[in-house]
T-cell receptor
Framework: GENVEQHPSTLSVQEGDSAVIKCTYS??????FPWYKQELGKGPQLIID?????GEKKDQRIAVTLNKTAKHFSLHITETQPEDSAVYFC?????????FGAGTQVVVTP | DVKVTQSSRYLVKRTGEKVFLECVQD?????MFWYRQDPGLGLRLIYF???????EKGDIPEGYSVSREKKERFSLILESASTNQTSMYLC????????????FGPGTRLLVL
């Protein structure tokens, strides 16, 4: 079926280090790939997205890369800070609707 | 700022009860969505609506129904709650195109005993 796989499920990083989360998808028709951040007690919030006609996009300390041939995309967070601790979800768009990965719990330790 | 509100943050119901979860958005968005969130499974789409009185099944519609009588309000109904429907329920809305940013409410944590 249409699947979005996300790794790792948990990620512990030292403050100031980089964090990388990877996702793969199966439906080659997907053309929109958002990333959401969910803080404790809140709903997910979009932090960055990328469309299939672009290979990379940056917004300050976060960046997303997309390899359409390999059907994978990644989130990169540089110079991590305690407020980056949260659950991160990737998503792809098979059949035009969002299909989410299982999520990655990121813990930034001082 | 877009605001999506959900009627309850926490809810405890008994098996067999009819349960209503309400969601309201204030940005005149066309699309509204209901997801459930379970550990290790991410967010799974239950139903969505792209217009008033219109609805489409998502990936896991069994045991649920929805109602959209007004553009700003989207209700999720559990006709006869069961323990396997214990979960976090998230409502979201988005403007015209389906592949646009979705704005989420804070979620309702439902416990079915």
């Amino acid at each position: 079926g249409e699947n979005v796989e996300q790794h790792p499920s948990t990620l512990s990083v030292q403050e100031g280090d980089s964090a990388v989360i990877k996702c793969t998808y199966s439906d080659s028709a997907s053309n929109y790939f958002p990333w959401y951040k969910q803080e404790l007690g809140k709903g997910p919030q979009l932090i960055i997205d990328i469309r299939s006609n672009v290979g990379e996009k940056k917004d300050q300390r976060i960046a997303v890369t997309l390899n359409k041939t390999a059907k994978h995309f990644s989130l990169h967070i540089t110079e991590t800070q305690p407020e980056d601790s949260a659950v991160y979800f990737c998503a792809a768009t098979p059949r035009g609707k969002l299909q989410f990965g299982a999520g990655t719990q990121v813990v930034v330790t001082p | 700022d877009v605001k999506v509100t959900q009627s309850s943050r926490y809810l405890v119901k008994r098996t067999g009860e009819k349960v209503f979860l309400e969601c309201v958005q204030d940005m005149d968005h066309e699309n509204m969505f209901w997801y459930r969130q379970d550990p290790g499974l991410g967010l799974r789409l239950i139903y969505f609506s792209y217009d008033v009185k219109m609805k489409e099944k998502g990936d896991i519609p069994e045991g649920y129904s929805v109602s959209r009588e007004k553009k700003e309000r989207f209700s999720l109904i559990l006709e006869s709650a069961s323990t396997n429907q214990t979960s976090m329920y998230l409502c979201a809305s988005s403007p015209g195109q389906l592949q646009e940013t979705q704005y989420f409410g804070p979620g309702t944590r439902l416990l079915v005993l």
